[in-house]
């Protein structure tokens, strides 16, 4: 994660405590739900990084795909905050 992706998730999310590494680790290898802020679609799978204003996240299937951290609801655009103020 680079300071420039730092940035950019802080001023689409400001605030918001780092996690714990025990949180960390829980949600780097769990699988959730990513909600788009329309509401219109989603997708399961986890968080692997953020770099470039995109979240990479691996769906259950294996599958990498690069969602626009903009684009994602405001709960998953401050988890990834949260997870980036922690690293």
Known sequence: ?????????????????????SELARIKG???????ENGRSSAVGRFLKAEDGLAH???KDGKIVNVPIKSLC???????YRIMNSQ
Do not use: F, H, S
């Open 74 to 80: 405001k709960n998953d655009r401050e988890l990834i």
């Open 57 to 59: 996240l691996r769906l």
């Open 30 to 36: 769990t699988n959730r739900e990513w909600k788009e």
């Open 1 to 21: 994660t680079t300071l420039y992706d730092w940035i950019r998730a802080w001023t689409l999310v400001p605030g918001g405590e780092p996690l714990t590494a």
